[in-house]
C-alpha cells in the first residue's frame, strides 16, 4: 500500500490501480477484522487513481463501499478525507467542505500526515470560495504540523497553496515567490498541480507567453500520466489565454476536448464551467450562442456572484443582453458586478468594462468615462507594487478591451483631443510609474553570471553550443522568476518626477496622463509638434499635435502600414551585410531607398507639417522604424517616446543635473575593430570641453552596470543583440559575455546613454502599447534619452557618426538636433535614432564649447 500512494503522489496512476486491485485480491484471504480493515484501506487508497482514471462516480463509490465495511472511527475519518480530496480535484468545493464537516472530532484519530491532509484540503475549499481568512488558517496550521514532523512531501504542498492564497489576495510577487520556494524543494512529488497553478499566477500577470509554455508542459505530463480530469483542467486554462491572444479557434479545441472528458468521468461541475467558457469565447466573437440560457441557469439565481464562475456567467449575461439590444436588463443585470467581490485582476477589470459599456449603450457618457478612468487608476495600482519592468508590463494586457473600448469611443465621436486623451490614458501605463528601487539579489547575480557563461558557450558549433544554449533557456526561466517575485520595498520606490496623479500603497507617486491641452502648451514652449500614431481595429491613424490645433488623420490599414515597416526593417538588415560585395550592396540600397519612401508616402500622404523639430509617439505597429531616414523627417531634430507623457515627465520634474564636472563614461566590447578608437575619440571630445571622462576598454558586464547608477553621460561600443521573444533578455556584447537589460541597475543616474551597437534600439510591443527592449528597460530606470540603432550600422560608419555626434552634443546642441545633423552627414547611420526625450548638457556642466578647440 505505501508503494501505490507514493505512486499516486508522483501521479502514476495505472500503476498504482494495478498494485492496488492485486492488494484486493490478496486481502480476501485474510481473517475478519483484519480483511474488513485491510479492504477498507485499500478503497480509500484506490478512489484517488479510479478518479483519475474512471471518473467520479466510481470514485465516491468506493469510497461508500470503504465506510459500509468498516465501522472504524479512524478509518471512517479516513474515507471522508479522502472524498474531500476526491471533490477538490473536481473542484466542487462545497461538497468537500461538507465531507471535512463529516469528520467530527479527531482528536487522537489520525496521524499527523492525515492531519495534514484534511487541513490542506478544508484550506484550498476555502480558498476557491474566496474565504481567504479561514484558508491562511488551514494552511498555516497545516504547515506548522509538517515542520514539526519532518513531513516535506506535505510541506511542498503547503507552501503551494499558500502561493495559491497569495494569488487570490491580489499579490503576485509574493505568490510567484512562495511557488518558486515550494518548486525549489528537494522532494518527490507529482508536479502537474503546481505547474498548473503557477500558470495561472502567470496569466494573472499577463505572461501569456510563459503561461501557455507551463501548461502546455503539465498537459504532456498529465496526458502521459493518465491523470484526464488534470489534462481537462489545463485545457480550460489554456483556452482562457487562447481567448487572452485572440485565438478563438484554438479556444474552443481545448474546450470541446475538455467538455468532452469531464463529462465522460461523470464531472458535472467541471462540465458546466467548460460550457459556460464556450459561451464566454462566443460571446467574444459577438455571438449570442444557441441555448445560452439554459447554459447560464445554473449560477443566474445566485443573488450575490462571488465565485469565478458565478462572475463569469453574470458577465455573459450582460454581454448577451448587449448583443441582443437589451440595454435596459443589462442595467440591471450589470448591478450584480458592483458588489465587491474578491477576484483576479483580469475579472475585475472585465467588470470594470460592462459598467462601461452599458453606461454608454444607455447614454450615460460621463458615466461611461468615470468607469473607464477607474479602471485606469485600478491597472496602475496593480502595476506599481512590483519590482518587475515585465509584470508591469505584462499586466497591461488586462486593460487592453476597455483601452480599446475608450480609444474606439473617441473616435467615433470624431474629436481629435478626446482621441489624444484616450490613447494617452493607456498608452505606455508602466512608464508613468515610480521608478524601480532595490538592488538585484544575491541568487539573481548568481544566476545572471550562469547565464552569461552559457550564452557565450552557446556560440559553439555542435552538442557542446546545443547543450549551453539549453542551459541558457533554462536560466532565463529562473531568473525571469526571480525578477517576477520582485515587491516594493517597505521603504518604496522613488519617484522620478510627476505631473500630478496619485499614490502607491508604500506612498510613493504615480505620474497621471498628460491632457491635451498640457500636451500641447509643453509643445509650444519647446517649439516642437506631436506625431502620435494609433492602430485600433485594423486601421491607422495619426495625430499632429501642434501648439494651435490638434488634428486626426486615416492613414489606412494598419496591417498595409506594418508590413510596409516590416519590409523596411528586413532591406535594413540585408544592407548591413551586403558590404563585401559592392552590386549586391547597391541593388539592397535600391531596395531600402524604396522601402523608405514607400512607408513616408504612406504614413504622410495629404499630411501638412509645420517646420521644426518632432515628438514621434510610434504606437504599436511603428516601434522600429528608423524615422530620421524618412523623407518627411529627414533633417528634421526627431524624438521618439513611448507616450507623450513619458516625454514631458523629465521636462516637468523638479530634478536638476548634479553639481559639479560632467562624468562622461565611455566602454568598448570584444571583437569590433573600430570600438577602441571610437570610444577614445568620444572621451576626447568631452575632456575638451572639461568633461571628467573615464575610458574602458574590454569593459565587462559590471562596468557597464556601474557607469549607468554613477555617471551623466554613458557611452557604449559593442556588438549588441535584441531578442524579440525575450526582449528583457536582449544584451550588448562585454568583455565577460553579454550584459542583459534584466540585470540593470534598480535606479539608474545616467541622463544620456549612447548604445552603439546593432539592434539594440528595436522596442517591441505587448499588449496595452507597452514597449519592450533594452531602451525601454533603460527609460523605466530612469535615464532621460537614449541613442540606439534599429538595425545593424557597420563597425566603421557607427564610429564615424557617432563621434561627431558627440562633438556637436559637447558644441551645445540638444540630443536631437545633434542627430539630425550627424544623419545628414552619415546617412549610413540613418538606422540611430533618439528615445526618450530631448538633452543638453548643463552649461554649469562643461566649459563654454565655443572657448576650446574640439578636434573635428
Not at 471533490?87 to 492525515?114: F, K, M
Amino acid at each position: 500500500m505505501a508503494r501505490a500512494r507514493n505512486l499516486n503522489e508522483i501521479g502514476r496512476f495505472r500503476e498504482a490501480e494495478r498494485d492496488l486491485r492485486r492488494a484486493l485480491v490478496l486481502a480476501d484471504g485474510l481473517d475478519g477484522e483484519e480483511r474488513v480493515a485491510t479492504r477498507a484501506r485499500l478503497l480509500i487508497t484506490l478512489a484517488w487513481p479510479t478518479l483519475a482514471l474512471h471518473g467520479l462516480d466510481q470514485a465516491l463509490a468506493m469510497l461508500a463501499e470503504s465506510r459500509e465495511q468498516s465501522d472504524s472511527p479512524r478509518l471512517r475519518a479516513l474515507s471522508w478525507i479522502q472524498e474531500a480530496v476526491v471533490h477538490v480535484s473536481c473542484q466542487d468545493w462545497r461538497a468537500a467542505l461538507d465531507a471535512l464537516n463529516r469528520l467530527g472530532d479527531t482528536d487522537g484519530l489520525l496521524v499527523p500526515s492525515e492531519e495534514v491532509a484534511a487541513r490542506i484540503n478544508a484550506g484550498l475549499a476555502h480558498l476557491s470560495l474566496l474565504e481567504l481568512a479561514p484558508a491562511r488558517a488551514e494552511l498555516l496550521s497545516a504547515l506548522e504540523i509538517c515542520v514539526a514532523n519532518g513531513l516535506v512531501e506535505k510541506e511542498f504542498k503547503v507552501r503551494h497553496n499558500l502561493g495559491c492564497l497569495e494569488y487570490y489576495a491580489g499579490r503576485l510577487p509574493e505568490a510567484i515567490r512562495l511557488m518558486r520556494e515550494a518548486d525549489e524543494m528537494d522532494v518527490q512529488v507529482g508536479r502537474v498541480r503546481a505547474q498548473h497553478d503557477l500558470a495561472l499566477v502567470l496569466l494573472e500577470a499577463g505572461l501569456l507567453d510563459q503561461a501557455r509554455e507551463t501548461l502546455t508542459r503539465a498537459l504532456d505530463e498529465a496526458r502521459h500520466d493518465g491523470h484526464r480530469l488534470e489534462e481537462a483542467d489545463l485545457r480550460l486554462d489554456l483556452a482562457t489565454t487562447a481567448l487572452l491572444r485572440d485565438e478563438l479557434s484554438t479556444a474552443r479545441q481545448h474546450l470541446d476536448a475538455a467538455v468532452a472528458a469531464f463529462r465522460a468521468r461523470g464531472a458535472g461541475e467541471r462540465q458546466r464551467s467548460a460550457a459556460l467558457l464556450r459561451a464566454w469565447v462566443a460571446v467574444t466573437e459577438g455571438v449570442v450562442p444557441r441555448g445560452l440560457d439554459r447554459t447560464l441557469a445554473p449560477w443566474l439565481g445566485v443573488d450575490r456572484p462571488v465565485t469565478p464562475d458565478e462572475r463569469l456567467a453574470a458577465r455573459v449575461h450582460v454581454e448577451s443582453l448587449l448583443l441582443r439590444g437589451r440595454v435596459a436588463e443589462a442595467g440591471y443585470a450589470v448591478q450584480r458586478l458592483r458588489g465587491r467581490a474578491r477576484q483576479g485582476f483580469a475579472a475585475d477589470m472585465h467588470d470594470r468594462l460592462l459598467v462601461a459599456k452599458v453606461a454608454a449603450a444607455q447614454g450615460n457618457s460621463s458615466g461611461s468615462r468615470r468607469a473607464v478612468r477607474s479602471a485606469m487608476h485600478r491597472l496602475t495600482q496593480r502595476q506599481a507594487p512590483s519590482q518587475s519592468v515585465e509584470i508591469r508590463s505584462a499586466l497591461a494586457l488586462h486593460g487592453r478591451r476597455i483601452a480599446d473600448f475608450d480609444v474606439n469611443d473617441a473616435l467615433a465621436s470624431g474629436s481629435p483631443v478626446r482621441v489624444f486623451e484616450a490613447v494617452e490614458r493607456w498608452r505606455a501605463v508602466s512608464h508613468r510609474l515610480p521608478l524601480l528601487s532595490g538592488p538585484q539579489d544575491g541568487r539573481s547575480a548568481e544566476l545572471v553570471a550562469e547565464l552569461r557563461q552559457a550564452r557565450r558557450e552557446g556560440a559553439a558549433p555542435g552538442e557542446e553550443g546545443a547543450r549551453h544554449r539549453a542551459r541558457a533557456t533554462e536560466l532565463e526561466w529562473e531568473v525571469s522568476r526571480l525578477d517576477w517575485s520582485r515587491a516594493e520595498d517597505d521603504g518604496g520606490a522613488t519617484a522620478g518626477g510627476a505631473t500630478g496623479g496619485g499614490t502607491t500603497g508604500g506612498g510613493t507617486t504615480r505620474v497621471a496622463p498628460v491632457g491635451h491641452a498640457a500636451a500641447r502648451d509643453l509643445l509650444g514652449s519647446r517649439g516642437e509638434q506631436g506625431l502620435v500614431w494609433v492602430a485600433q481595429d485594423g486601421e491607422e491613424y495619426l495625430l499632429v499635435v501642434t501648439p494651435r490645433r490638434t488634428r486626426l488623420h486615416h492613414v489606412g490599414s494598419a496591417s498595409e502600414v506594418a508590413a510596409l515597416a516590416d519590409r523596411l526593417a528586413r532591406d535594413l538588415h540585408a544592407h548591413a551585410f551586403a558590404g563585401t560585395n559592392p552590386a549586391l550592396e547597391a541593388a539592397v540600397g535600391r531596395a531600402v531607398a524604396g522601402s523608405v519612401a514607400a512607408l513616408d508616402a504612406r504614413l504622410f500622404a495629404d499630411v501638412q507639417l509645420a517646420d521644426g523639430p518632432v515628438v514621434v509617439v510610434p504606437g504599436r505597429t511603428l516601434m522600429a522604424v528608423p524615422w530620421g531616414m524618412l523623407p518627411t523627417l529627414a533633417g528634421r531634430p526627431v524624438t521618439i517616446a513611448p507616450s507623450v507623457t513619458r516625454w514631458a515627465v523629465p521636462l516637468l520634474a523638479t530634478e536638476v543635473d548634479p553639481p559639479g564636472r560632467l562624468k562622461v563614461t565611455t566602454l568598448t566590447g570584444p571583437r569590433l575593430e573600430r570600438a577602441a578608437a571610437e570610444a577614445e575619440a568620444v572621451a576626447r571630445v568631452w575632456e575638451g570641453v572639461g568633461a571628467l571622462s573615464n575610458r574602458q576598454e574590454a569593459a565587462t558586464a559590471e562596468a557597464v552596470r556601474d557607469a549607468l547608477a554613477r555617471d551623466g553621460v554613458v557611452h557604449v561600443a559593442a556588438h549588441g543583440t535584441h531578442e524579440r521573444q525575450s526582449p528583457w533578455f536582449s544584451s550588448l556584447h562585454m568583455a565577460d559575455g553579454p550584459v542583459f537589460a534584466h540585470e540593470l541597475r534598480r535606479r539608474a543616474t545616467a541622463r544620456h546613454v549612447v548604445l552603439s551597437a546593432c539592434d539594440v534600439g528595436r522596442l517591441d510591443p505587448r499588449p496595452g502599447d507597452e514597449p519592450l527592449g533594452l531602451t525601454a528597460a533603460l527609460m523605466a530606470l530612469g535615464v532621460r534619452s537614449i541613442v540606439a540603432p534599429v538595425a545593424p550600422v557597420s563597425d566603421a560608419v557607427a564610429a564615424d557618426a557617432m563621434v561627431a555626434y558627440h562633438r556637436r552634443l559637447a558644441r551645445g546642441d540638444s540630443a536631437s538636433q545633434a542627430l539630425a545633423a550627424t544623419l545628414a552627414e552619415h546617412p549610413g547611420a540613418g538606422a540611430f535614432c533618439l528615445y526618450g526625450t530631448d538633452w543638453r548638457p548643463e552649461t554649469s556642466q562643461i566649459q563654454r564649447a565655443g572657448s576650446l578647440n574640439i578636434a573635428s
